[in-house]
């Protein structure tokens, strides 16, 4: 049987030093490391999911205890977020298009600005929710849209 270990913000850790814990209550502890003391609350118990979110020092931190499926999931690449490849996109409301932060040929990722809407007098800014590559850009700047116009084409 392997040994198991530890994640801290989805990063494997093997502790070096001895620690203790000191809870105080059921929400706030002092971590004993050597000879220094940090200072700890559990600011979410996750663990029906396998995590604890604690704050030491006013830093938070996502603590998992790592388990066997974890690195046969991960041999796998099952461990990888799924991102979906952009084909279109089309106006979620109507408005007038204001600018246009892409170019045909670029490529886009998730989170990336797209474009600016103008509608109801707020200006919307559009982000890419997948990934994909510019292929045409279907309106031009100062053009009024109506909801569902598709405004740009990927590849």
């Known amino acids: 049987m392997t040994k198991q270990g530890w994640k801290i913000d989805g990063k494997s850790f093997t502790p070096t030093a001895k620690a203790s814990i000191v809870w105080e209550d059921a929400h706030f502890f002092t971590?004993?490391?050597e000879d220094k003391q940090f200072h700890g609350e559990?600011?979410?118990?996750g663990m029906?999911?396998?995590f604890?979110?604690?704050k030491i020092n006013h830093?938070?931190?996502i603590i998992q205890k790592e388990r066997a499926l974890d690195s046969l999931i991960a041999e796998l690449g099952l461990d990888k977020e799924k991102v979906r490849k952009l084909h279109q996109l089309k106006s979620p409301m109507p408005g007038r298009v204001i600018a246009i932060a892409v170019k045909i040929g670029d490529e886009i990722n998730v989170g990336d600005e797209?474009?600016?809407l103008e509608a109801m007098k707020m200006e919307n800014v559009l982000?890419?929710?997948?990934?994909?590559k510019v292929k045409s850009i279907d309106i031009q700047l100062q053009e009024v849209v109506d909801k569902g116009k598709v405004l740009i084409t990927f590849e």
């Open 48 to 50: 029906e999911q396998g």
């Open 114 to 116: 797209l474009l600016t």
């Open 52 to 54: 604890l979110k604690v």
């Open 59 to 61: 830093r938070e931190f």
């Open 42 to 45: 559990i600011v979410e118990n």
């Open 31 to 33: 971590l004993l490391v």
């Open 127 to 132: 982000k890419s929710d997948g990934t994909g």
